[in-house]
């Protein structure tokens, strides 16, 4: 009995003394992880937006060149812009966040627009967990490239972009991943959300 009373204790005492320590780890590292995440949702406005920076660019720099080029603009609750402006000051493109249930958690980017707010200049993707090697490859060069250069609107002006299997011809399509329709199926959805949203705004 005092064996199994000694057990309990001690297991208690452990158990109280981790749970404080992965407290206190958690809170010494939130602003950090924090940060890191600030610099990494930068860094895809700014590739997205097609913005010079140098590859090895470390975080501090990043910011800089963030604040010096990007201005943040509420469209409305649900949507902001980032408009890159360089030196000149003139409107050069503009992004905006997107995000959704992707087909195993939360999809989450950046797509950018030529300064007509018509025209896909990138895209981005700074969270995903989906498959490897099938619907993982959205954040390849090979499927984010396709964006650049096509209409945030189909032949008749309804918003919307289609990424589908086989050859896209279309000014808005995109071809779709071989073996990840579900997950180019919510990337197109939530997507043509934000876009959605864009084209309303501007009528």
Sequence with gaps: MKGNVYTLVYSAILGTACALLLTAAATFTKPY?????????????????????????????????????????????????????????????????????????????FLAMEADKRTIRGITFYEQEETPGLGGDIVTDKFRNQFAGKSIVDSSGAAGIVIGVGKQTQDNGVDGITGATMTCDKVQQMINEVLTMIVEEGK
């Design 33 to 109: 992880q924090d940060a890191n995440k600030e610099a990494e949702e930068m860094l895809n406005i700014l590739t997205a937006l097609k913005v010079p920076f140098d590859e090895g660019a470390t975080a501090k720099q990043l910011i800089e060149i963030y604040e010096a080029n990007i201005k943040e603009q509420d469209a409305s609750d649900e949507l902001t812009y980032y408009e890159y402006r360089p030196a000149s000051g003139s409107l050069e493109a503009v992004a905006v966040r997107f995000a959704g249930p992707g087909l195993w958690a939360p999809v989450k980017g």
